[in-house]
């Protein structure tokens, strides 16, 4: 956001991390979009008492 603010790129950027990489996007409307992959970390089951 703030290298959007100082016109240092456009309006939708890709961030790259050692975690994975990601979209920001910030339209006119003023909503900031971050958009990246899903991974499957952990699966278990919810047991009740």
Do not use: M
Request: hydrophobic share 35%; net charge positive; no cysteine.
């Amino acid at each position: 956001v703030a290298s959007i603010l100082n016109k240092k790129t456009g309006r939708q950027v890709r961030v790259y991390t050692k975690a994975g990489n990601l979209t920001v996007e910030w339209p006119e409307n003023g909503r900031l979009k971050l958009t990246s992959t899903a991974n499957i970390v952990a699966e278990g089951n919810y047991l009740e008492a």
